[in-house]
């Protein structure tokens, strides 16, 4: 997945959305113009005489990607089932973390190696010092969740629901909490 970064909240989109909301959103700059966008933002390879404009294009592809969500024509929710949660649970945790600082997580592998487990750390809300300096609140719980446990994650980077088992998972602006 990709994470756009427009407001401090990092917004996922899936490589097929990237690839049509770029050509879409960004078509008035040419087509070699949007071909070496892409590929700088999906490959880090950059084109050449084209490097100098890539924070330009990118802060464009940004504003003009907002303005789109803001007006309801894109919606950047999400639903995976087993296998696709299973692959893009990462990106949406890594996402949440950075954007609200609600969370810490770590993967690793079972003793076996036959399953990976996502232990996520819970943390209070930030302070006001917490928040000037971009730190972490104190850890009040953790989750352990095995990867191949995963059944579902659905939404957007900011707010989704992640079924694991027959429990399900909250992850929203105020917080984590457990459904079920």
Not at 27 to 34: S, T
Not at 41 to 48: C, E, K, W
Not at 110 to 123: F, G, P, Q, T, V
Request: hydrophobic share 35%; aromatic share 10%; charged share 25%.
């Amino acid at each position: 997945m990709m994470a756009c970064n427009p407001s401090g909240k990092a917004i996922l989109l899936t490589q097929h959305d990237f690839a049509t909301l770029s050509t879409e959103l960004l078509n008035d700059l040419g087509p070699l113009d949007v071909a070496s966008f892409k590929m700088a933002a999906t490959q880090s390879v950059g084109i050449g005489s084209a490097k100098e404009n890539y924070k330009k294009w990118e802060a464009l592809f940004c504003e003009r990607l907002l303005k789109e969500i803001r007006e309801n024509r894109f919606i950047p929710s999400y639903d995976f089932e087993k296998g696709e949660a299973q692959v893009y649970i990462e990106d949406f945790l890594e996402s949440y973390r950075c954007s609200y600082l609600h969370i810490n997580y770590a993967v690793g592998n079972m003793h076996d190696r036959a399953d990976e487990i996502i232990n996520i750390s819970l943390r209070e809300k930030q302070s006001v010092l917490n928040k000037l300096f971009r730190r972490y609140g104190t850890t009040y719980a953790e989750i352990n969740i095995l990867k191949s446990e995963i059944r579902r994650l659905q939404g957007t980077s900011l707010d989704f629901l992640v079924e694991v088992g027959s429990s399900e998972y909250r992850f929203g602006p105020d917080g984590v909490s457990q459904i079920g």
